[in-house]
DNA sequence: TAGATTGTTAATCGATTAACAATC
DNA sequence: TAGATTGTTAATCGATTAACAATC
């Protein structure tokens, strides 16, 4: 029972489910309020952030009351209520470990600082990388990272190294103090409690479309003829 | 009711969360193959898997009786048996839209190849790019798209431009004859029944984290003093 | 008031987990 | 046989959805 009987929002109370969906309703109300809509409705909104609205309306609910009845939401005060909740108005430091193709294409990638998220340190393994620049960073030696998460107050590390490094450069981070970790690298994570793992996995997503494709050619001996279903992720 | 009452695969009837996993799994058998084990427990394959044995024995169940009680599974046997659901013993053609930073990173990513992926086709808008070499493939105009999916057997698109630019990409793709999409950009898509699209999101995994790290910072003013929770993305 | 749309309830669905009978 | 471990059951949990009373 995580909602709560009165209006007012469970603060943390919120299910995951509806956390990874607010990002996506953010962008939504950005994108419609930069094209001038002032008001919108749950349906709208619903619409262009790719779910349904009842699950819209459900996921809203939890963070409190901010529709009117009969009208629907003011674009710019949902907006600014949903990137308070997810804490998109703060700014947050983060250090990249594993400066290969990946690391690169991340420190580069400009959603990141429009979102809150300031790049603070380039971190490789590599000594003989040290000292190449990437836009106004160097990169530093991973044995500078404790130093730099403390100096420059990472709370978040991205680790984009090759699967066999990412449990010492995890142990490090946490070392370090960081306690959020996105991990690009093929790898299960150990942490301690109170450390966030997210993992993005890119091969893994290309063969869970795979498993899909396969089945779309061999039409399921055990299935009737069925249209080959559609599969959109979150 | 998915599972069927016999022993005999559903073949189809696999769940979402089961097929998710089922690469994570291939992937620690793969290792704990190449260090020379022979036979796994489940209790051991989902330590190195990062999930509990229970999850696990559910998962493998949904594609057959493939173990032996009070033995285990045969680690080679489970690989070939899993590679084969997921259809990575088969080679899939892969083209990228879009090569910036990420899609440059994607087509250089080693980790494809080795699971089956062959990318066989790099395709952008801007012109001025077309004819530059990446590897031993060429950049092609966007206008080729068509021809090089016919040509080139692509059942799979991945999508690294600019959020605006996706949905027309992906109309094109889909178009052309792609039946599964791996979207990068940030960006809501539309597409026929029939097509898969999953979509990895980098900002909005950033944002979640952050969600987690603020409430981490504010001890929630509704929540007992509880130790700050972890949230292990599978 | 009449029409529109939210916020919430309750039903349903799918995923997880513990426990254990089956069986190697 | 005794010990180990799978495969399955059933309980529980969390997420989704339709429907509608509340209310602007």
């Given at each position: 029972?995580?909602?709560?009987?009165?209006?007012?929002?469970?603060?943390?109370?919120?299910?995951?489910?509806?956390?990874?969906?607010?990002?996506?309703?953010?962008?939504?109300?950005?994108?419609?309020?930069?094209?001038?809509?002032?008001?919108?409705?749950?349906?709208?909104?619903?619409?262009?952030?790719?779910?349904?609205?009842?699950?819209?309306?459900?996921?809203?609910?939890?963070?409190g009351?901010?529709?009117?009845?009969?009208?629907?939401?003011?674009?710019?005060?949902?907006?600014?209520?949903?990137?308070?909740?997810?804490?998109?108005?703060?700014?947050?430091?983060?250090?990249?470990?594993?400066?290969?193709?990946?690391?690169?294409?991340?420190?580069?990638?400009?959603?990141?600082?429009?979102?809150?998220?300031?790049?603070?340190a380039?971190?490789?393994g590599?000594?003989?990388?040290v000292?190449e620049?990437?836009?106004?960073?160097?990169?530093?030696?991973?044995?500078?990272?404790?130093?730099?998460?403390?100096?420059?107050?990472?709370?978040?590390?991205?680790?984009?190294?090759?699967?066999?490094?990412?449990?010492?450069?995890a142990?490090?981070?946490?070392?370090?103090?960081?306690?959020?970790?996105?991990?690009?690298?093929?790898?299960?994570?150990?942490?301690?409690?109170?450390?966030?793992?997210?993992?993005?996995?890119?091969?893994?997503e290309?063969?869970?479309?795979?498993?899909?494709?396969?089945?779309?050619?061999?039409?399921?001996?055990?299935r009737?003829?069925?249209?080959?279903?559609?599969?959109?992720?979150?």
């Amino acid at each position: 029972m995580r909602a709560q009987a009165n209006g007012r929002p469970a603060s943390s109370g919120i299910p995951e489910a509806t956390v990874a969906r607010l990002p996506v309703y953010l962008r939504a109300l950005t994108a419609l309020g930069e094209s001038g809509l002032r008001t919108v409705s749950s349906e709208q909104l619903a619409t262009a952030a790719g779910v349904n609205s009842a699950k819209l309306r459900k996921d809203l609910s939890y963070l409190g009351s901010y529709g009117t009845r009969g009208v629907g939401y003011d674009v710019e005060y949902l907006r600014y209520q949903i990137a308070r909740e997810i804490g998109v108005n703060q700014d947050w430091a983060v250090v990249i470990v594993g400066i290969g193709n990946l690391g690169q294409a991340l420190s580069n990638y400009g959603g990141f600082r429009s979102r809150g998220f300031r790049i603070v340190a380039l971190v490789d393994g590599d000594a003989s990388r040290v000292g190449e620049m990437h836009g106004d960073l160097a990169i530093a030696h991973i044995d500078e990272l404790d130093r730099l998460v403390v100096e420059r107050g990472c709370s978040i590390g991205v680790i984009a190294t090759p699967g066999d490094a990412a449990q010492a450069v995890a142990d490090r981070l946490v070392a370090a103090g960081v306690t959020s970790i996105l991990n690009f690298a093929p790898a299960v994570l150990t942490v301690p409690e109170g450390v966030d793992v997210r993992k993005v996995d890119l091969s893994i997503e290309l063969q869970i479309l795979a498993y899909h494709e396969q089945r779309k050619r061999t039409p399921g001996a055990d299935r009737e003829g069925l249209p080959s279903e559609q599969v959109v992720e979150s």
